[in-house]
């Protein structure tokens, strides 16, 4: 079984920052691209940021220049570094991880259960 927790969430005054973190855990053998979602209140979920397993990055356009990804392979763990944090920030933010896991053709999707994150003016 693979699970995905986040940590680091909370409530911060806008200007802020927060690092949230995800770990991957379970019976999965290699992984491929790791992201970042959120869904605000009456929004549908969005990218906020991805990361590949070469390295290679895409943010959503509203958060370039404040937040910033990263990985660490070994600790199965991907990490969202989030500063100058804006009230629209407000959400839940979700892990996501592509992983391949014993019997299955391809990788599979797997989600977190959420870090909710909001920002005060």
């Known amino acids: 079984q693979v699970q995905l927790v986040e940590s680091g969430g909370g409530l911060v005054q806008a200007g802020g920052s927060l690092r949230l973190s995800c770990v991957a855990s379970g019976s999965f053998f290699s992984k491929d691209a790791m992201g970042w979602y959120r869904q605000a209140p009456g929004k549908q979920r969005e990218l906020v940021a991805l990361?590949?397993?070469?390295?290679?990055?895409n943010y959503a356009d509203s958060v370039k220049g404040r937040f910033t990804i990263s990985r660490d392979n070994a600790k199965n763990t991907v990490y969202l570094q989030m500063n100058s944090l804006k009230p629209e920030d407000t959400a839940v933010y979700y892990c996501?991880?592509?992983?391949?896991?014993?019997?299955?053709?391809?990788?599979?999707?797997?989600w977190g259960k959420g870090t909710l994150v909001t920002v005060s003016s």
């Open positions: 990361i590949t397993r070469d390295g290679n990055i």
């Open positions: 996501n991880a592509a992983l391949w896991v014993v019997g299955v053709r391809g990788p599979m999707d797997y």
